[in-house]
């Protein structure tokens, strides 16, 4: 993985808490060239990842891609094909479910639909046979982290689902795991409840320092919630990085279209010039201009330049003869947002653009309106350029 | 609108459960008065064998005339005591056996691939439709000490001596586990099928071994098809006829035989309805909670 | 993800169904033995076939037992329909309790007791037995089965269909008729199955309801099998195992293809 350009960071990070970073740190779970057949179906191609003991770390793809595999693998449900899965150096290859210090809130929360919450919960604990008064402090110390007190004696029927959500938690942390699993842990939340939930489960994972998967095709769950988040697509991971660096510095073209909104500027290099790239694109009528030193591109190369719609500028004036990277085009639809407004432009070559702007005042003087020629300019760093 | 439509409407409307209502009070709960009524008749030798001991509508006659008589004669027989509870306990092994048999079937139905489970359904349905007294009739020629069970067995060298199955009660409970076994299979069925395998994932995940999350998992979210299937079972085999007379031998007690005995070998009406009465009183309580369980179940389906 | 059985459960359901269907297999292939002897094969033959079809009493027995079926189960569906739709259309009406009861006893009820009241039911009234008392009562029997069948059907059946025919100018009756019937009908025909089925099967109700001319199938078999096995009963057996396989083998078939057709429409 490059190292962060410059002294610059991309993204809001944990800074103390980098142990991927350290060559002396021991993962706590390791993938080691694990594959994964149904039949024909490969679910998990020869993947390889390090995860570190507490890290928030969210395996994000849309479905289908195998990440849901992977976690089912490391729960115990699945069996690789080949490769090794080891949790704390203990190879796991024949360690059934029941046996691991790993446990699991599913994604349709998997409550027993027989026992009430105080049982759902203490269900772990009495499989480890502990004694009742134990069992019993530890059912209330789990009903207080998730605030369920006094809907112990409720059945699962009986509860709202935000009130499941935190059952299902209650229930997989009961037993303290060294690994705790989340499967889509949110997806079926409405948005609000979604948004402080996922504030909840950072806090209780800092609290407990314990060390949390997720599965989740919402990026945005994803990019909130991750210390770590790995982009899988058909049985691979495309990139395992921090939010920041997903967003920012994505690697592939498909991460770039999956995690958040992009626009994507197809030409062919023409050269360097003082260390930044010159892009000819039928987008626009000079050549672009892109920082972006890491990439070893050659003269000719068919290249994709991404910008994020955020770090476009949209203006009605011409700018100046030294402009540089001026897209010309007309507003083709404009979204009111609230907090931002959405302009999509239509360019000269028929691409659609898609440029933000916060709404900064309440009250903007002459407008920007539909079917105006517009100029989107962007800086040179603001891009990057993704080999096809 | 004006009232004369209205008013035949509304009377189509009353005729949809009018109809089926009265058909069944008519030749359901009325007949029941009917046994309840000749149970405290006194026999004779007629035709109707029975001397009714009040004229309808004779209210005063009616309480004069009726005994106990045949209670009393229950009561101090011996035999039709012993054949009730004789007919409990085969029903109830039977229903035991029956659930041994059943709920792996059911089991291995409800976790088959879903394109396999409605053929599965219907190889288990397809006996049933069947003749009953038939497949009862094919055990005979299984179970006789020269039948064809026996012929194997002593063809592969298991046994030396034929086993002497027919005519006893080992007979019955084959008889009633083969053809009650639908009835148990099938509730068994609907409710396992409806379970969501992630449920046990989640036992597996919290610790729990196969064989626990089956007893405290998949057997209380099974307990309504249990309840059901024992009821559809055991109700009627308790009141079973065929099986016991084609297939159990002579000391086999039970009182739907009993009930059958009396009315044609001894031609005795009011005693075959008090043996009804006795019959009808053992299974009461079963058969209430039988009719709750179902609509509830049929309801709650939706 | 897809489920494996484990060995286990191809095992169980193996055992089952053999257990299941050896018996009747076993039948089958006796029928068509040469020997007298149910039990020892003594080659290949049609003889009881023939015997079968040249037993005068046995014919006779057929036909009735087929007439009282058809009849019985006639009006079973009729009643059972009507009940299913009181049961899922008319909420809490009174007597319900009541009327639940009479429609779920019937099915568990030993059949001891079912024919013996109605048959005293019948003599109270003067009805002489025969026919038609045999007919009455397997209706009054398999109703309730009718009932049962329609009413889990009714009880999915997704009711916007008929406010969407109300909405575009059906009225109720013409609802019923052009959308809900059509929609049941399956399970109105499946109803009428079952009820002819245990009509046809039915042994204990009818031995106490019989009469004079009305003597069904079972009754007859049922004697002559007290007298022993007979390889006339094993043919007789054949044939009626052969008559419901196919049956239910064209209705399967006919349930496919509709099943595919709708399916066409849809796409």
């Known amino acids: ?388 | ?302 | 993800m897809t489920r494996r059985l484990s060995f286990f459960n191809v095992t169980s359901l193996v055992i089952g169904f053999a257990f299941l269907y050896l018996p009747i297999l076993l039948l089958v292939v006796y029928s068509f033995n040469a020997s007298r002897l149910v039990t020892v094969w003594g080659g290949f033959s049609t003889q009881w076939y023939v015997a079968l079809f040249r037993n005068q009493a046995l014919m006779e027995a057929a036909w009735v037992t087929l007439r009282i079926a058809l009849l019985s189960a006639t009006l079973a569906t009729v009643l059972g329909t009507l009940a299913a739709l009181a049961l899922t259309r008319y909420g809490r009406f009174t007597g319900r309790t009541l009327f639940t009861g009479m429609v779920y006893a019937p099915m568990v009820m030993p059949e001891v007791i079912t024919g013996l009241s109605l048959l005293l039911f019948f003599v109270a009234i003067g009805l002489d037995r025969g026919f038609w008392t045999i007919t009455l009562a397997h209706t009054t029997l398999t109703m309730c089965f009718v009932t049962v069948v329609v009413q889990s059907r009714l009880m999915t059946f997704d009711r916007s269909l008929e406010e969407a025919a109300m909405d575009l100018g059906a009225p109720p009756l013409r609802t019923f008729f052009s959308v809900t019937l059509p929609l049941i009908a399956p399970s109105i025909v499946a109803g009428f199955l079952l009820a002819f089925t245990l009509s046809l099967d039915d042994l204990v109700i009818a031995s106490f309801n019989t009469g004079p001319g009305a003597t069904t199938l079972p009754i007859r078999i049922y004697s002559q099998v007290r007298l022993g096995l007979s390889p006339e009963v094993n043919a007789a057996s054949t044939i009626l195992i052969g008559i419901v396989a196919l049956g239910v083998t064209t209705a399967t078939l006919l349930s496919k293809r509709s099943l595919l057709r709708s399916q066409r429409n849809i796409h």
């Not at chain 1, 944990?14 to 970073?21: D, E, L, T």
């Not at chain 1, 229930?171 to 699993?181: D, F, G, Q, S, T």
């Not at chain 2, 439509?5 to 029941?32: D, I, N, Q, R, T």
């Not at chain 2, 249990?226 to 109700?235: M, N, P, T």
Request: proline share 7%; glycine share 6%.
């Open chain 2, 1 to 302: 609108m004006t009232p004369r439509p209205s008013f035949s409407k509304k009377l189509a409307e009353s005729l949809v459960p009018a109809v089926p209502y009265l058909w069944l009070g008519l030749f359901f709960l009325v007949p029941f008065l009917i046994v309840f009524k000749i149970s405290l008749s006194d026999p004779a030798v007629a035709q109707p064998p029975y001397k009714p001991t009040f004229e309808w509508g004779d209210i005063v006659g009616f309480f004069q005339g009726l005994d106990l008589e045949n209670f009393e004669l229950l009561t101090s027989d011996d035999l039709y005591f012993s054949a009730t509870l004789s007919s409990v306990r085969i029903a109830g092994i039977s229903t035991v056996l029956l659930l041994l048999v059943g709920f792996p079937i059911a089991y291995a139905m409800a976790r088959a691939p879903v394109r396999y489970r409605s053929l599965l359904v219907a190889l288990i349905i397809l006996p049933f439709w069947t003749s009953f007294l038939i497949r009862i009739y094919a055990w005979i020629a299984i179970l006789k000490p020269e039948g064809l069970l026996n012929q194997a067995l002593i063809g592969l060298g298991v046994i030396g001596e034929p086993l002497t199955i027919l005519n006893t009660e080992a007979a019955v409970f084959i008889g009633i586990v083969y053809a009650y076994l639908p009835f148990m299979v099938l509730p068994l069925y609907a409710t396992l099928e409806k379970m969501d395998d992630t449920l046990l994932e989640a036992a597996l995940d919290l610790g729990s071994t196969p064989w626990r999350a089956f007893w405290t998992i998949t057997v209380p979210l099974a307990m309504p098809g249990i309840i059901a299937g024992s009821l559809l079972c055991f109700i009627p085999a308790v009141g079973e006829f065929v099986i016991p007379d084609l297939l159990g031998g002579s000391e086999t007690l039970m009182i739907g035989r009993q009930l059958w005995s009396e009315f044609f070998s001894n031609r005795d009406w009011p005693l075959a309805s008090a043996v009804a009465i006795l019959l009808l009183i053992v299974l009461v309580v079963p058969i209430v909670i039988y009719r709750d369980v179902e609509s509830r179940r049929v309801e709650t389906r939706a």
């Open chain 1, 1 to 388: 993985m490059p190292p962060p350009r410059q002294s610059a960071s991309v993204g809001a990070v944990r800074r103390s808490f980098a142990p991927w970073s350290d060559p002396e740190a021991k993962p706590l779970i390791r993938f080691d060239n694990v594959t994964k057949r149904f039949g024909d179906a490969v679910a998990v191609d020869h993947l390889s990842l390090n995860i570190f003991e507490g890290e928030f770390f969210c395996l994000l793809g849309p479905s289908g891609c195998g990440k849901t595999t992977l976690m089912r693998m490391l729960a115990g449900f699945e069996h690789p094909s080949e490769g090794r899965i080891t949790l704390a150096d203990r190879d796991l290859a024949g360690v059934p479910p029941y046996r691991r210090p790993v446990n699991m809130m599913f994604q349709s929360y998997a409550l027993f639909p027989h026992m009430s919450v105080e049982r759902n919960i203490a269900f772990g604990l009495k499989q480890d046979g502990l004694p009742k008064a134990e069992i019993a402090a530890r059912v209330d110390e789990m009903l207080r982290l998730v605030q369920l007190e006094r809907l112990a004696k409720r059945y699962p029927s009986q509860l709202s689902g935000g009130q499941r959500q935190r059952v299902a938690l209650a229930r997989a942390l009961a037993k303290k795991p060294k690994v705790l699993l989340l499967d889509e842990p949110l997806g079926a939340l409405d948005k609000k409840l979604r948004e402080e939930t996922q504030f909840e489960l950072m806090d209780i994972q800092h609290d407990l320092g314990m060390t949390f998967v997720v599965v989740t095709h919402d990026q945005e769950e994803a990019m909130t919630m991750a210390d770590r988040i790995a982009v899988m697509d058909h049985g691979r991971i495309v990139q395992v990085a921090t939010p920041g660096e997903i967003y920012e510095q994505p690697k592939t073209r498909f991460i770039a279209e999956f995690v958040g909104d992009v626009n994507i500027l197809e030409g062919n290099v023409l050269g360097q010039e003082n260390g930044l790239w010159r892009v000819q694109t039928p987008s626009a009528e000079a050549p672009l201009t892109i920082d972006d030193p890491d990439e070893v591109l050659h003269s000719d190369q068919a290249v994709a330049i991404a910008v994020r719609p955020e770090k476009m500028v949209i203006r009605r004036d011409p700018p100046g003869p030294d402009a540089i990277n001026v897209l010309t085009g007309e507003v083709w639809d404009i979204g009111y947002l609230g907090d931002w407004t959405v302009y999509r432009v239509k360019l000269a070559s028929g691409a659609i653009l898609r440029v933000t702007r916060a709404n900064r005042s309440r009250y903007v003087e002459h407008p920007i309106d539909w079917d105006e020629q517009v100029y989107v300019t962007f800086a040179p760093d603001a891009a990057v350029i993704l080999a096809e």
